[in-house]
């Protein structure tokens, strides 16, 4: 299996995918469907392995990452104040990239199944308007496991993550904003963080979505 760092956030610690597990509360309606949802197609994509075309696997999994992620949100959030007075164009571009970064980071490192079991807590903690979900990747012991959150966000599409906590703490967009601002420098330099964006995604296919 490869190590690569998760969505830019967790190391170089790689998740495989489990068969999930929901508790009672978890087959209601709010977030914990969608989460529930994508982690289903992540553990097909995880049951086709590395040994299946990597287009053939983001294929499979971009539908469920549409479906569970806020990406605009992200990728506003993750750019900054300057972010509304880029022209539309730039902003369309970067935003089509950054997708594709997005979902070639999940499948380039869930590429393997060893009998992990994702936990998915029917409970939620309220942070403003958002909902913090919950969710455990446990490995096959049945011991230990390292812990996912889930941050959502209802909006017009309905609950979408708009962030994804390591420990239950460690915010994926605060360390991607970090990365970002780094990249674009005071001149807000898009070019050079669209050509990071593409040079990562074709580390991550192996030039598969080069």
């Known amino acids: 299996m490869r190590r690569r760092p998760l969505l830019g956030l967790l190391g170089a610690v790689v998740f495989v995918p489990p068969p999930f597990v929901t508790t009672a509360r978890a087959q209601g309606a709010g977030p914990v469907p969608v989460i529930t949802g994508f982690y289903q ?7 086709a392995g590395a040994t299946s075309p990597f287009k053939a696997r983001y294929d499979m999994l971009a539908p469920a990452v549409d479906q569970a992620f806020d990406l605009a949100t992200i990728m506003a959030v993750s750019v900054g ?5 880029l022209d539309a164009g730039v902003r369309a571009g970067l935003s089509d990239m950054f997708r594709v970064y997005f979902i070639a980071s999940y499948v380039a490192n869930f590429d393997h199944f060893d009998g992990e079991r994702f936990e998915v807590s029917g409970e939620t903690r309220t942070i403003g308007t ?5 969710t455990r990747i446990v490995p096959k012991t049945g011991t230990g496991g390292i812990r996912l959150d889930y941050l ?3 909006g017009e599409q ?9 420990d239950g703490t460690i915010s ?3 360390v991607q904003r970090s990365d970002f601002r780094a990249i674009l420098g005071r001149d807000t330099n898009t070019a050079a963080l669209l050509d990071s964006l593409r040079r990562k995604v074709a580390d991550l296919s192996g030039g598969a979505l080069s």
């Open 41 to 47: 197609s992540l553990e097909k994509v995880m049951r």
């Open 81 to 85: 104040a300057r972010w509304a007075s």
């Open 130 to 134: 958002d909902q913090v979900l919950q």
């Open 152 to 154: 959502m966000r209802q």
């Open 158 to 166: 309905g609950w979408r993550a708009v962030d994804v906590l390591a």
């Open 172 to 174: 994926r967009v605060a």
